[in-house]
């Protein structure tokens, strides 16, 4: 069964940072786009940034220059990094591992921007 663990949400003031890591299995990690995605109540599941196998990432607008995804080989962990946080970021944040039709999600991380 794929696993895909997240962890490191929690409660940050604006201007803050947090890091979201995903640990997932050694194919999966190698072989398959690894992304985040982030979800409010009443909207759609947005990704927010994606890691490509070769090392190409691609971040969504709304956070480009404040987040930076990531990988350490040797921990098959992807990590999500926010800087300069908003309560507009306040969401549930998941983790994705996907190739052509098939996917994977994490169980989701919830990341609260408040004062």
């Known amino acids: 069964q794929v696993q895909l663990v997240e962890s490191g949400g929690g409660l940050v003031q604006p201007g803050g940072s947090l890091t979201l890591s995903c640990t997932t299995s050694?194919?999966?990690?190698?072989?398959?786009?690894m992304a985040w995605y982030r979800q409010t109540l009443g909207k759609e599941r947005e990704q927010v940034a994606r890691?490509?196998?070769?090392?190409?990432?691609v971040y969504d607008d709304s956070v480009k220059g404040r987040f930076t995804i990531t990988r350490d080989d040797a921990k098959n962990t992807v990590y999500l990094r926010m800087n300069e946080l908003k309560p507009a970021d306040t969401a549930v944040y998941y983790c994705?591992?996907?190739?052509?039709?098939?996917?994977?999600w994490g169980q989701g991380t919830q990341v609260t921007v408040s004062s």
């Open positions: 994705k591992g996907y190739y052509g039709e098939v996917e994977y």
């Open positions: 050694k194919y999966i990690f190698n072989a398959y786009i």
């Open positions: 890691l490509h196998t070769s090392g190409w990432t």
